[in-house]
């Protein structure tokens, strides 16, 4: 079964300051990752993805990153963090198993605080 | 370019009672799919159409259904509704389904049952 783990429930970093967000991944076949952020009362955004290619994604507001397939790791990343950056953050994988299909399995989330 | 729409944004409902949620893709989008968010269980795949076509179905009981129109409209329903059901009801869309096409999500549809 294919399945998203974020091991973190909540990450503090200081404004300016690198920021990450673990994302591990277990699928059968080639991973195709997404990250997503919620902000309160809001639906999902998207930020990025992996397909295949490069290692290293860029996305929107800043935001990159890292694939790792020995690691099977898909690691969130943004040099300075700002404030606004504060939000719940979703790592995802389009489960391949069952043919084409645009069905997201989500990890836990993961709560990102940017403190001033 | 509009967003995907979800309506009504809150619900309110009795237990026993049933409830239609609808979803407008963004313009050109043809695949939408359902997901439920609860604090406990997290985010849960429903449903997915496609060309007004249901392509996958999530593991929840047959109360939940949906249907998509053909200007790729959709509605999910929920009848006999259960206290468990309270959630914040999220839709997407995508262009289509190939596994490049990242899925837009709406704002939701809060419902609680009371």
């Known amino acids: 079964a294919q399945s998203v783990a974020q091991p973190e429930d909540q990450v503090n970093v200081a404004e300016g300051n690198p920021l990450t967000v673990k994302c591990t991944y277990s699928v059968s076949g080639n991973p195709y990752l997404f990250w997503y952020v919620q902000y309160p009362n809001r639906g999902l955004q998207f930020l990025l993805k992996y397909i295949t290619g490069d290692n290293l994604v860029k996305g929107s507001y800043g935001f990159e990153a890292e694939f790792n397939k020995s690691q099977t790791s898909f690691h969130l990343k943004k040099p300075s963090a700002l404030v606004s950056d504060s939000a719940l953050y979703f790592c995802a994988v389009r489960d391949s198993s069952s043919g084409n299909t645009g069905k997201l399995i989500f990890g836990q989330g993961t709560t990102l605080q940017v403190k001033p | 370019k509009a967003g995907v729409t979800q309506t009504p944004r809150y619900l309110i409902k009795t237990r026993g009672q049933q409830v239609t949620l609808s979803c407008s893709p963004i313009?050109?989008?043809?695949?939408v799919s359902w997901y439920q968010q609860t604090p406990g269980q997290g985010l849960q795949f429903l449903f997915e159409y496609f060309s007004e076509t249901q392509r996958n179905k999530g593991n929840f009981p047959g109360r939940f259904s949906g249907r998509q129109f053909s200007n790729s409209r959709s509605e999910m329903n929920v009848s006999t509704l259960e206290l468990g059901d309270s959630a914040l009801y999220l839709c997407?869309?995508?262009f289509g389904t190939g596994v490049n096409q990242p899925q837009h999500f709406g704002d939701g549809t809060r419902l609680s049952i009371l």
């Open positions: 313009s050109g989008h043809r695949s």
């Open positions: 997407a869309s995508s």
